[in-house]
């Protein structure tokens, strides 16, 4: 049995202040939450900060991102080894606005998966369609694209211990929510993807859904079969949409 994980995707909000109130108020509710892993998600400077508050509690740490390089002279770069120090688990690489707002390409991504893991951290990889390719009827196509760069790169084992994000750009932050059937679908078929190589690997692997997951549609979604869970961009700043969500998960 997968264990659901749901992660907060802060993006870049908050403040010292803001950080320690949201943290408080998930503190305070997390013996609420069922079977879920929960995470968290800052940006990189509030990490340690994040790491601290988190002390006695299993919410998991994640970045929002991090370099394909080890060391070096990257300026203003974030290495792999430099996000375990602070005890970060995960590492989201590929989000939908890395890729369109930053350049980053499958091969750039594959290549900061394979850092993230090389470096003991578990990366979790966005995958997703924007609008037009819905409407062309690509989407099936753009998702394996992005996640055959990372298979190709990696080898198939390299998705066990991993976590794949199935994100639909026009989802992301619009209110518009894939329905439940629509985001299985894609789901369905990564998972029918991933075991054409081994079938292990796909019964191991979570799939989560993130576009505009809220306390009220969480529970629909995350009912379904394929869905393992969730990665949270907006609702994740509200400690009671956010433990909402956590407890929606099976
Ligand atoms: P929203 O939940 O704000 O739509 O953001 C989703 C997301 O991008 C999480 O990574």
Not at 81 to 101: K, N, P, Q, W
Not at 159 to 169: C, K, M, R, T
Request: charged share 20%; proline share 4%; aromatic share 6%.
């Amino acid at each position: 049995m997968r264990q659901p994980l749901v992660a907060g995707n802060w993006k870049m909000n908050g403040s010292a202040r803001s950080i320690e109130l949201l943290l408080d108020g998930i503190k305070g509710s997390l013996a609420s939450v069922g079977r879920a892993e929960v995470a968290v998600c800052p940006p990189y400077v509030y990490i340690p900060m994040v790491a601290e508050l988190l002390q006695d509690t299993e919410v998991a740490l994640g970045s929002q991102n991090l370099s394909q390089h080890q060391s070096g002279a990257y300026t203003g770069e974030i290495a792999a080894s430099m996000l375990l120090d602070f005890g970060c688990r995960y590492a989201i690489v590929g989000h939908s606005e890395r890729r369109t707002l930053y350049g980053e390409d499958d091969a750039l991504v594959a290549a900061k998966y394979a850092a993230a893991r090389a470096a003991g951290l578990r990366p979790i990889l966005c995958v997703g369609e924007i609008l037009e390719e819905r409407e062309q009827g690509v989407t099936e196509d753009v998702v394996a694209r992005q996640l055959d760069a990372v298979i190709e790169l990696e080898g198939i084992e390299a998705l066990a211990d991993g976590v794949i994000a199935y994100e639909p750009v026009w989802a992301i932050g619009t209110g518009k929510t894939a329905s439940p059937q629509q985001a299985q679908d894609v789901h369905a078929f990564i998972r029918q993807r991933i075991a054409s190589r081994s079938g292990a690997v796909a019964e191991q692997v979570r799939i989560l859904y993130g576009g505009s997951v809220k306390a009220a549609n969480a529970a629909d979604l995350f009912a379904m079969p394929d869905i393992d869970g969730g990665l949270i961009g907006g609702a994740s700043l509200d400690a009671g949409e956010f433990i909402a969500i956590c407890q929606a998960a099976p």
